[in-house]
């Protein structure tokens, strides 16, 4: 199992920036795909982003043009840059790890279903 742990979380205002990081740890070279994803109390888990051992992007409509995925695979991290936060980006935000290399259906990169180990989670807070 890969362990995940996520850094970087806190409180901004409106319109300002926050940089998430993913450490993986573990059986690294079995997770391929890659994603972040949101919850808040009350509401089911919430696709952000998503890329692929091919470097492939996916993003959830809500944050294209203000958040960037990215990876680095040699130190076994992924990160999300979130630029122009809004109040309702406020949530705990989760990194997620998939195991199979290529999915045949993009629907899995960006729902839960799709991924097979996750991290503790990390707070962002965003004020008016």
């Known amino acids: 199992q890969v362990q995940l742990v996520e850094s970087g979380g806190g409180s901004v205002q409106a319109g300002g920036s926050l940089r998430l990081s993913c450490a993986a740890s573990g059986p690294t070279s079995s997770s391929y795909a890659m994603g972040w994803f949101r919850q808040v109390p009350g509401k089911e888990r919430e696709f952000v982003a998503a890329?692929?051992?091919?470097?492939?992007?996916y993003y959830a409509d809500s944050v294209k043009g203000r958040f960037t995925i990215s990876r680095d695979n040699a130190k076994n991290t992924v990160h999300l840059q979130m630029n122009s936060l809004k109040p309702e980006d406020t949530a705990v935000y989760l990194c997620?790890?998939?195991?199979?290399?290529?999915?045949?259906?993009?629907?899995?990169?960006?729902?839960?279903?799709?991924?097979?180990?996750w991290g503790q989670g990390i707070q962002v807070t965003v004020s008016s």
């Open positions: 890329i692929r051992w091919s470097g492939s992007l």
């Open positions: 997620a790890a998939a195991r199979v290399r290529d999915y045949s259906r993009s629907y899995y990169y960006t729902n839960t279903a799709g991924y097979d180990d």
